[in-house]
């Protein structure tokens, strides 16, 4: 039976580099270096929601002013229609006090 040397070495390697890994991970200056990069992150948050906000407030905006003007337009088109038909009784009315 004869040992294979390297993977022993490569396994005793790994060994050393998961535990050196582990520790710097969990190192002070790791720690502090997370913290950084999450607050970076709340930071990006807090601004991307501050855009979503004004977004949707603008888009309150747009779509109170185009119901105000389809109801403006609803309004005029009614408008029309009376006029049409109070001049269309009118014409009647002088077609019949013609004859």
Do not use: H, P
């Not at 991970?25 to 979503?52: H, I, N």
């Amino acid at each position: 039976m004869t040992i294979d040397w390297k993977k022993i070495g490569l396994f005793a390697g790994g060994t050393l580099f998961g535990t050196a890994g582990i520790k710097i991970l969990a190192s002070d200056d790791a720690k502090k270096f997370y913290t950084q990069c999450t607050a970076a992150v709340l930071r990006g948050k807090s601004c991307v929601m501050k855009t979503v906000n004004t977004v949707q407030e603008n888009a309150e905006d747009i779509y109170e002013d185009a119901k105000q003007i389809n109801e403006e337009r609803a309004a005029k088109a009614e408008a029309a229609e009376f006029e049409d038909a109070k001049e269309a009784a009118e014409e009647a009315v002088e077609e019949t006090a013609a004859e």
